[in-house]
């Protein structure tokens, strides 16, 4: 009885281990047509000055929306356009949207830096820095408008060429901010070890803040840590009234979350900077 169970447990394994390889090759090759047919799109969400409440910046954020309509989580097609060496070209889109977003803004005169997520397989590109900083030129876009966010996801990562492609961004005026510190591949050996500006406290850490009194410690840790190390500290996931006040008391200088806003595509955004700055005024 005991062999027929674990027989059936092993079948209902192979299953859904089948279900998930077979879910990752049809967003895989699905994926490869949506970066060349226009179906990615960037969101983006304000980044505010916890203690004015003001905005200083965005960071943009890829979405696909499928031809049903519905949309993938990028947590899912990044990790697989990591994997399956479709991460450079996503990339290349996505950041030509963010120089068109850029240019949108200026045009609105909002003259504020837009972050955008870079995959640590783009860094160790040996061009990738060429590349960006060729096309900033070409369309004439100031490099302090421009933000990158890094986050590590091997332990393969090289960090050397990590580490030299990052100070090339650094020396042109490119600021880099450590995205989802404290979580997955990123160690606390990375604030001493990359070059960067800012470290991000991941949402893990913020949700639940008010009933989790280890994540309190661990922020305020982080930031004890990044003040140390002439770091800015960006919080994401603040989505209460309690999570703001708490995060801004301990020092805190920069957040994004629900609380504000969602990210949002670049229309709502206009809309949603109008009446931001009009409450704020
Ligand atoms: P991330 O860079 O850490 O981005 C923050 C995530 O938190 C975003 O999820 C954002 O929508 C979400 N978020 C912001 N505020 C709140 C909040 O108050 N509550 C909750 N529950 N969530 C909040 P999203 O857009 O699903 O992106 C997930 C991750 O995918 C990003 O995490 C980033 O690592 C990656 N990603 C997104 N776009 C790109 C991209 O263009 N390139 C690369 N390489 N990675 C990207
Ligand atoms: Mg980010
Ligand atoms: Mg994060
Ligand atoms: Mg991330």
Not at 46 to 68: D, V
Not at 97 to 102: F, G, H, Q, R, S
Not at 145 to 162: D, M
Request: hydrophobic share 40%; proline share 3%; with cysteine.
């Amino acid at each position: 009885n005991d062999t027929h169970n674990n027989q059936i447990k092993f079948i209902e394994h192979t299953a859904t281990q089948t279900h998930a390889i077979t879910r990752r090759y049809e967003i895989m090759a699905k994926l490869r047509t949506a970066i060349g047919g226009g179906e990615l799109q960037i969101a983006l969400q304000p980044k505010l000055n916890l203690q004015t409440q003001k905005t200083i910046g965005f960071e943009a954020l890829a979405r696909w929306k499928l031809t049903n309509g519905r949309f993938i989580s990028p947590d899912e097609f990044i990790e697989i356009a990591e994997t399956s060496g479709l991460i450079c070209e996503l990339g290349s889109v996505i950041l030509d949207k963010v120089l068109t977003v850029i240019k949108c803004l200026q045009r609105n005169g909002v003259n504020l830096p837009v972050a955008y997520n870079v995959s640590s397989y783009e860094l160790m590109e040996p061009s990738y820095f060429e590349k960006v900083a060729n096309k900033i030129k070409q369309e004439n876009i100031p490099p302090s408008l421009l933000e990158i966010e890094v986050t590590e996801t091997q332990e393969v990562c090289n960090y050397t060429l990590i580490k030299a492609s990052l100070e090339k961004f650094m020396a042109l005026g490119i600021k880099v901010s450590i995205d989802d510190f404290g979580t997955g591949y990123s160690s606390l050996a990375h604030i001493t070890e990359l070059p960067a500006n800012t470290i991000k406290i991941d949402k893990f850490f913020v949700i639940d803040l008010q009933n989790n009194i280890n994540n309190q410690f661990i922020i305020e840790m982080v930031i004890t840590l990044a003040k140390r190390f002439n770091l800015q500290v960006i919080a994401e996931g603040i989505e209460n009234e309690f999570e703001y006040n708490w995060l801004k008391n301990k020092g805190c200088t920069v957040g994004q979350g629900y609380y504000f806003a969602k990210p949002l595509f670049i229309e709502d955004l206009i809309v949603w900077l109008k009446q931001h700055i009009n409450e704020n005024n």
